[in-house]
């Protein structure tokens, strides 16, 4: 089965957006006075808390992880949070089928994931858990707040319901004989009063604000598709409430019914900010971090991010995130990866058997965020070894045996250049070009190129060397020769300790350990 591709996102864009639409070249930071980061809100999506985490769930995970550690080494006061979404009818069923309660297995796989981000060294500052008391007080205030909008009604309601999707299907979303597209099961027809959410009253809102900031969906080819959405034609309110399953947030002053799970989770994001003696209010939330600076999502739940939740945030009274970023699918070989095909990767082993920072490096450094990624052994394993483990690991061990042999320890601070010399230094040009270019690619979500331009100082280090080789030149009976040697490792050293620094926000052990 061929992956689906891009492409035809991207034709779509370009037929939809024509030239009108402004190039974005950077998300926004908020600055402080040096110019760097003054402060980052940086989300992923709240996992469902149905199985244990899979390479889909890391992915955007790493991504957060690798944005938020750079904007840490900025300077700013960073927020990252990730969680679980752990409410819904497919929870409650996987959880009867295991003979445990709902909040046995939540619990389990909230473990689960906590696990794999401590192997992949994800340093979240909140984790998110929609079953814990303050989310569901942060819940009942949104209803409260969007129904005082007059933004919530009761309706009588027939359609084909996908337990799979938790949600009733549009045409577009079956084939033929109601076959849910996404989980190839037939789609049961559900009758239900449930209770709407006036989405519908938010559409010309919505437009403008997608028209307004080119830059709140990114990339930029995706937001064609959100305009497709939010085409006249297609206006329409959206089901908040199921009747069918208890396990969720009741509805404020009806127990018969409980919240739509997507309702519910999006809050996570609001709720996971507060602090342990915080009141549980919308408004404490704003002093903790909301809104957000970007939401980090897969293109598979743009429709919930870009079109319900700022509407709820808008009748709610509430700001918006400033940016979505969005990533496309992850193939294997070329393939979709499927439970069917056996073909899924599976984040634990892979992390256990090469260690975080491979994996981290693959992922971030060598796949690029907006388009689909493939992953397959042979290429991670080369791409690793040739960049990280030969460029960067060899020249070090080369520098440092030489550094040990040769210089006395502590070797002192003093450049032993003059300033002139050093200028026309290749290594030391490298260096000097290299921060701001990574800088640049962080913050344009772009960590292929902040890892590239990071490792140039080691490629520019790895020609030098060989031009100067100075292993013979340190056997040389004259001091001269020998003392030119010594400042070629200086400055050599000093190259990599600046290019491992660079690349820290992706490899952080790796980083740590040249600085060592
Ligand atoms: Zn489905």
């Given at each position: 089965e061929p992956a689906q591709s891009d492409q035809d996102d991207a034709a779509v864009a370009e037929e939809a957006q024509g030239p009108r639409r402004k190039k974005v070249s950077s998300l926004r930071f908020n600055r402080s006075e040096n110019g760097g980061i003054k402060n980052l809100t940086v989300t992923t999506p709240l996992f469902y808390a149905n199985g244990a985490p899979h390479i889909g769930s890391a992915y955007p995970t790493i991504a957060a992880d690798v944005v938020s550690r750079y904007a840490q080494m900025s300077g700013g006061d960073v927020h990252f949070v990730t969680g679980m979404d752990e409410h819904g009818e497919k929870i409650a069923k996987t959880a009867e089928g295991k003979d445990m309660t709902p909040q046995q297995l939540v619990d389990s796989i909230a473990g689960d994931f906590q696990g794999l981000w401590d192997k992949l060294n994800i340093r979240n500052q909140h984790f998110a858990r929609t079953t814990q008391p303050k989310h569901r007080e942060i819940v009942a205030e949104m209803w409260q707040r969007c129904l005082d909008s007059g933004d919530i009604y009761k309706k009588d309601y027939e359609g084909w319901y996908c337990v799979g999707c938790e949600a009733y299907l549009d045409a577009d979303e079956m084939?033929?004989?109601?076959?849910?597209?996404?989980?190839r099961k037939k789609a049961e027809l559900r009758r239900e009063e449930n209770y709407f959410f006036r989405l519908s009253k938010y559409w010309e809102k919505l437009t403008q604000h997608m028209e307004d900031n080119?830059?709140?969906?990114?990339?930029?080819?995706?937001?064609s598709q959100v305009m497709v959405w939010l085409?006249?034609?297609?206006?329409r309110d959206f089901s908040?409430?199921?009747?069918?399953?208890?396990?969720?947030?009741?509805?404020p002053g009806d127990d018969s019914q409980v919240i739509y799970v997507w309702f519910d989770a999006l809050l996570g994001y609001l709720s996971?900010?507060?602090?342990?003696?915080?009141?549980?209010t919308l408004d404490t939330c704003l002093k903790r971090g909301?809104?957000?600076d970007i939401h980090v999502i897969g293109k598979d739940i743009m429709r919930f991010h870009a079109l319900y939740w700022p509407a709820m945030l808008m009748s709610a009274g509430l700001p918006l995130p400033k940016h979505i970023v969005t990533h496309g699918f992850l193939t294997k070989d070329g393939l979709k990866m499927g439970k069917s095909l056996g073909n899924v990767v599976e984040p634990v082993p892979l992390v256990e058997n090469f260690g975080a920072d491979a994996v981290r490096f693959f992922f971030a450094?060598?796949?690029?965020?907006g388009q689909d990624g493939d992953f397959a052994y042979e290429s991670f394993i080369n791409q690793v070894n040739s960049e990280?483990?030969?460029?960067l690991g060899n020249l070090l061990q080369r520098i440092l045996t030489l550094c040990r042999k040769?210089?006395?320890?502590?070797?002192?601070?003093?450049?032993?250049?003059e300033e002139a010399e050093l200028q026309a230094h290749p290594v030391y040009r490298a260096a000097l070009a290299a921060p701001a270019e990574v800088a640049a690619a962080f913050e344009r979500f772009d960590f292929p190129a902040a890892t590239q331009a990071a490792l140039r100082i080691a490629n520019v280090a790895n020609a030098h060397i060989m031009v100067v080789v100075p292993w013979k030149k340190l056997k040389s009976e004259d001091e001269q020769v020998r003392g030119e040697a010594l400042r070629e490792l200086q400055v050599m050293a000093e190259g990599v300790r600046i290019c491992a620094v660079l690349l820290a926000p992706v490899t952080p052990s790796v980083s740590g350990k040249v600085l060592e």
């Open positions: 084939e033929d004989d109601h076959v849910c597209k996404i989980h080119p830059d709140f969906l990114l990339p930029q080819s995706r937001a085409d006249k034609d297609n206006k908040i409430s199921r009747a069918s399953t208890d396990w969720g947030i009741p509805v996971s900010l507060l602090r342990p003696e915080d009141p549980a909301w809104p957000a450094g060598c796949l690029s965020f990280l483990a030969n460029e040769n210089l006395p320890e502590p070797s002192g601070p003093d450049c032993l250049y």
